[in-house]
C-alpha cells in the first residue's frame, strides 16, 4: 500500500520531535540571556518586570517552537491538495503559521530590544 502521506510515518513524528526540540532549545537559550545573563551583569535593568515578562515569554515561547516545528509537516499536507487556489492559501496559512512561531521563539530578543531601548531612553532623559 502506498502511503499518500509521506509525514505522518514514525520517520516524520521523530522529526517533528527534533523540530520542537531545537526550538525549544534556541528559545531557552534566549530566555537565559535575556532575563538571566544580561540583568546579571547590568546591561538591562528590568527590576520587577522580570515576572511579567516570564509570564508573557513562557506561553509564546512554547506556542511558537510548536508552531514553527508543525509548518513544514502542513506545507508538506497543503502541496498534496488538488486544486491550485486551496493549495497557495494552505501554504500561505503555513508559513504565517511557521512565522509567528518564529516571533514566539524570537520574544526574549524583543524583550532585550525594549529593555535597552526603555534603559537608554530613560538614562537619557534623566541627564
Not at 511558537?64 to 496559512?93: D, E, F, W, Y
Not at 526603555?118 to 538614562?123: D, G
Amino acid at each position: 500500500m502506498i502511503n499518500r502521506f509521506p509525514l505522518l510515518t514514525r520517520e516524520g513524528d521523530r522529526f517533528l520531535i527534533k523540530n520542537v526540540l531545537t526550538c525549544l532549545t534556541i528559545w531557552l537559550v534566549l530566555e537565559v540571556i535575556a532575563l538571566v545573563l544580561l540583568p546579571g551583569l547590568g546591561l538591562t535593568q528590568p527590576g520587577d518586570r522580570i515576572p511579567l515578562w516570564l509570564a508573557i515569554s513562557i506561553p509564546v515561547g512554547l506556542v511558537g517552537a510548536v508552531l514553527q516545528s508543525i509548518a513544514p509537516r502542513l506545507i508538506a499536507r497543503s502541496r498534496q491538495t488538488p486544486k491550485r487556489s486551496s493549495r497557495r492559501t494552505r501554504v500561505l496559512a503555513s508559513r504565517a503559521l511557521g512565522w509567528l512561531g518564529m516571533v514566539g521563539i524570537a520574544f526574549p530578543l524583543f524583550i532585550i530590544t525594549f529593555e535597552t531601548v526603555y534603559w537608554m531612553l530613560r538614562s537619557f532623559l534623566a541627564a
